[in-house]
């Protein structure tokens, strides 16, 4: 089957492009954008993604704060550094990369970040406007994910559905916004018996595992939509996603590459959240 590449460089590229835009007509009416990141400690991954972040930060005229503290950084002093963020009215949005290192309790930290500026949208009020359906974010990778869908012109509406993965930060979320969209929705994890039988239905499948060569071609039914959310390294190092992508491919009718699909959305929609919050902030 010819299948359709969902270019999610391309799709960011568009999306902030119009962002770039936003923020420089609100520059011009004296209103200033601005992103906190913090990174604790040194995943390497993570490292990249928030170098990924300040890179978009420049390149649409958003101010980034990068908080970059060491391994053994005590909650206390995590937590003085959000309130005094929360407090920052240059800062419209916060972000705290994860994982965060053991000692450090990732619900308490995200829960000191103020629901306004909660870009990530994690903190609890966040979580529960988007399970009502009113919402000001929305979590950056299912955000992105519905994106590409209706940039590419597909129609969830009464669809089978089906997410691998059930995760706070994308399974979960990505689970309520397609079902917001009418889709009919099963979310899969690793209890889940014969996951092939429920993946075989999917018109729709998002995959969210993180382990290269998960989703093989006998997984994914003729004309199916294969997203992947994976951001792994296959034997060789190369980097890849869930998806054993040559062979799914020629079942699908489109599918997103790694690298170039849902990553580069995750950023756009981090920055549209920004902006969001920029707005909100100032009464628009
Ligand atoms: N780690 C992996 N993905 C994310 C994300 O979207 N936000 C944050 N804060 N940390 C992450």
Do not use: W
């Not at 308490?108 to 000001?136: L, R, S, Y």
């Not at 599918?255 to 707005?279: C, Y």
Request: with cysteine; proline share 4%; glycine share 8%.
């Amino acid at each position: 089957m010819a299948y359709k590449i969902i270019n999610g460089k391309e799709i960011s590229a568009a999306v902030k492009e119009r962002i770039k835009n936003e923020v420089e007509a609100l520059k011009v009416k004296g209103i200033g954008v601005g992103l906190a990141v913090i990174l604790v400690g040194e995943n390497p991954a993570s490292k990249v993604y928030v170098a990924n972040k300040k890179k978009a930060c420049e390149e649409l005229g958003i101010k980034s704060f990068e908080f970059k503290l060491p391994e053994q950084t005590t909650e206390e002093e995590l937590i003085s550094l959000i309130k005094k963020l929360n407090e920052n009215s240059e800062v419209n949005g916060i972000l705290c990369q994860l994982p965060l290192p053991a000692h450090l309790d990732e619900s308490t930290v995200i829960n000191t970040i103020v629901p306004e500026k909660d870009v990530d949208a994690f903190h609890p009020v966040n979580v529960g406007k988007i399970m009502i359906g009113d919402f000001d974010f929305l979590p950056c990778t299912p955000a992105g994910i519905m994106e590409m869908l209706g940039f590419m012109n597909i129609d969830v509406c009464g669809k089978e559905c089906v997410v691998i993965g059930r995760s706070n930060i994308v399974g979960k979320p990505m689970a309520m916004l397609l079902l917001h969209k009418n889709a009919t929705v099963t979310v899969c994890h690793s209890k889940t018996k014969d996951l092939k039988a429920v993946t075989s239905r999917a018109d729709v499948l998002v995959s969210a595992v993180g382990r290269a060569g998960f989703v093989t071609a006998d997984m994914v039914k003729e004309g199916a939509v294969v997203i992947d959310v994976g951001m792994n390294r296959n034997a060789e190092n190369k980097l890849c996603g869930d998806v054993d992508f040559e062979a799914v491919a020629e079942k699908c009718s489109a599918i997103t590459p790694v690298p170039g699909g849902v990553g580069p959305m995750t950023i756009a929609m981090l920055m549209q959240n920004t902006l969001t919050a920029a707005k909100k902030q100032n009464n628009f």
